[in-house]
């Protein structure tokens, strides 16, 4: 249709999953009969991926780096779907989506990471379909299944209004990303150089952006709660470090900016 439309103009695709191909195996396998993949192309794919590309490069900006070599760095994309990923010297090593985005962290309507024999228990308990069952997983899981709200804003103000199940859900929701954060230190040798936040629900959540520092406390980082609470993208502040100065690594909250990227992939390929 676009060719249609503007006939000689160039065609580019840009794929979420195309930072994430340089995973080793090791870390885009299922532990499955590997004929899944042979026959079946079943792997982890991850996605986000221009997100984390670019955010992964604003750090090495902000670390006073040319470029991501030698750097070691976790990025946060917080969302309504939410992504993590490990990126070291400026190439994906591990991130939590797999083969489709219902995997990892629970996010604002899917279920995140689960045990998959829930799904034949469910089919079996309820007479659902694995159709029906995988489509809750996607649109009435997360923060919408445990609060009923499927807005982080909203889950907060639930919560801060005394409802028992809107804080049950923040709180599962910060501890299962505090988790892959520690995880992935221990993935990049224990010498991470930044921790980079970005996406709605961490550019704009001072609130969540502190509590998912503090369950990183064991690993020395510290938040400046000043900082914090003074950014936001709706606010004069928009970016920086929210970490204390004696912190062991520095957290940035850093605004995504995928169209750019898609932007700059399209004038390379076509140049």
């Given at each position: ?41 079943i ?99 997360g ?31 910060h ?8 995880d ?48 936001a993208s ?8 929210i ?29």
């Amino acid at each position: 249709a676009c060719e249609k439309l503007m006939p000689g103009v160039p065609q580019v695709a840009v794929f979420d999953t195309g930072f994430h191909q340089t995973m080793p195996d090791y870390a885009y396998m299922y532990a499955l009969p590997y004929e899944y993949y042979e026959k079946y192309k079943i792997r982890r794919y991850g996605f986000h991926g221009t997100s984390h590309r670019y955010v992964s490069a604003r750090a090495a900006d902000m670390l006073g780096k040319k470029d991501a070599q030698g750097l070691r760095i976790v990025t946060c994309h917080l969302g309504n779907g939410s992504s993590i990923a490990a990126v070291k010297d400026g190439k994906c090593f591990d991130t939590t989506m797999g083969l489709t985005p219902l995997e990892g962290i629970m996010m604002g309507t899917r279920s995140g990471s689960i045990d998959p024999s829930i799904l034949e228990y469910v089919c079996k308990e309820s007479g659902m379909s694995i159709g029906d069952v995988t489509n809750d997983l996607n649109k009435k899981s997360g923060l919408l299944g445990i609060s009923g709200y499927s807005d982080c804003r909203d889950v907060e103000e639930a919560a801060a209004r005394g409802e028992e199940m809107a804080e049950l859900a923040l709180h599962m929701y910060h501890d299962r990303v505090a988790k892959y954060i520690a995880d992935y230190f221990i993935e990049l040798e224990g010498k991470v150089d930044a921790i980079v936040f970005t996406a709605g629900v961490l550019e704009n959540g001072a609130e969540t952006r502190e509590s998912i520092i503090k369950g990183l406390a064991p690993l020395g980082i510290k938040i400046n709660r000043e900082v914090n609470d003074a950014i936001a993208s709706f606010k004069e502040i928009t970016s920086g470090v929210i970490t204390a100065e004696d912190s062991t690594v520095p957290v940035y909250v850093e605004p995504t900016n995928e169209e750019v990227m898609i932007i700059r992939d399209a004038y390379k390929l076509c140049k």
